[in-house]
């Protein structure tokens, strides 16, 4: 992503993420502190497995905290359901898209912003080729996509919004 691009995020991807950072910072982080204070109070430092541990534990923390805040702060919440009612038989940004391939194998996409992406629950970016392929189609059109083996054709077969 360049410098000053946008950064979309769905209001439920926005809400997990928020959810996260309130756990690393309510939950896991004081937790962590405790230990390596605990690691602490034995005495020589440097040969104590729990302390380095802790610590290396509470810098990945600190740095998801770091990250979650950021992305945070730059994104813009977009939530579907805001949509026109003229738009919502095309697939943009927060849309679930039913597809099926050649073979006639169907699946399921929502596309969302980057921070979301989740393969194994269908979840594909914006900004991937295939979201891309995907944008402002609707059911019954047919897009060509290009993966690292070939191209391969899908054919829209819905458009959700949910």
């Known amino acids: ?20 950072l309130l756990d690393l910072r309510t939950k896991k982080r004081p937790k962590i502190v405790t230990e390596v204070a605990d690691a602490a109070a034995q005495g020589d430092r440097s040969e104590n497995a729990e302390y380095i ?21 730059l994104a813009t919440v977009v939530d579907p359901s805001d949509r026109p009612a003229g738009d919502r038989a ?3 940004f927060g849309a679930t898209v039913d597809v099926e ?7 399921t996409y929502q596309i969302v912003g980057e ?7 269908g979840r594909i970016s914006y900004r991937s080729p295939l979201g891309r392929a ?4 609707q059911a019954g059109d047919t897009v060509v996509f290009r993966k690292p083996s070939g191209e ?3 054919t829209v077969v819905e458009v959700r919004w949910s």
């Open 115 to 121: 921070d979301e992406i989740d393969l194994a629950r």
């Open 134 to 137: 995907l944008l402002k189609r």
């Open 53 to 73: 541990y802790g610590k290396k534990k509470l810098r990945e923390i600190d740095r998801r905290i770091h990250y979650l805040t950021k992305r945070l702060e």
């Open 152 to 154: 391969m054709e899908l």
């Open 101 to 107: 391939d050649e073979d006639g194998k169907t699946a």
């Open 1 to 20: 992503m360049a410098k000053g691009d946008p950064s979309y995020i769905t209001r439920q991807g926005a809400i997990r993420m928020q959810e996260e």
């Open 90 to 92: 095309r697939a943009f």
